[in-house]
């Protein structure tokens, strides 16, 4: 089934400017912010060693002392652009521990003004610098959110684990370009679309990037240190570098959506989803779902896996994130 469009709404947030935070202040401007120890370095430190615990698991070779290992045959499957989709990492009780920190809960909560939000079930990123058995990581500038529904419908999160410095790779942003989205695509709809893959994402063209830069935005790589959530408008243009140091750059993308702008419908299709272990895109609407099965070289991976390793342990708050207890008993 081809991914649905979703119903959501643009959410506006009723709050005095002056009792906004700074970061709430650098979002609304610029269309992106970090906010600074959202999850304490302890927690993402202990993240980090799980991450690649869970990578030497696979016994497929790959040490995290010894950079020679780091190669496509020694680690589970995780494209150029660093992210790792199947295995049922999504639910990995690493991952669930990031996803229910208060302090990154609690960011979506101020953003949307909203006490009850939802997560999705989202990828992790590993990206290792000099990967030379990958193809390039070559830019791929886009926006998660359908061009022809304007407004702020998506906060977007990540939370950034090992220290990431202007080399380190990671996330680069069009600065304050979500301001200028509607009319971009007001004034670009006469050009040929980079085929979507899903209705709420759209790649922009040389063509679109050259607007940007008439305009004056400029893009900018975000640094950030162990434990920062980074937070970014769908509608500001984005995508990742791969890094140029020695540090891998780590990763887990937290992303939240209030459950008023979820429909009951979606809500089943994702009770389905955590059910089955599988993922979901940023939306944490579920408007599509995953599958857990990895290909390498064409066929499915012998070392696919359709349950996590260290299954989560969700208190009632964490459930909650699911969007499971927000499902009316039918009438
Ligand atoms: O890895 C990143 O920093 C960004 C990836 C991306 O495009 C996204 O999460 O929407
Ligand atoms: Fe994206």
Redesign the pocket.
Known sequence: MPPTETETVATVQVVAEEDLEQWQKDLQRDGFAVVKGAVSPEAANICAENMYSWLEGFGLGFDRNDPSTIHADKLPVINE??MCLNYAVSHEEFVWRIRSEPGVVDAFRKVYGEKDVIVSFDAV?FAFPNRTDLPPNKPWP?Q?QNPKKPGLRLM?G?VNILPNGPKDG??IVCKGAHLLSEQFHKEMSWEDPIPAWNPEWYGFTERGMQWLADHGCEWVKVTADPGDLLLWDSRTP???LPPEGTTPRF?I?TCYQPVKDVTQEQLKKKKAAFESWLGTT?WPNAQHVGSNRATRNGKDDFYNRSEPINKPILDEEAFKLTGIPFIQPEA
Do not use: E, I, R
């Open positions: 652009k660093g990123n886009h998660d977007q990540l990671g996330l984005h995508y990742n990763c993308y940023h």
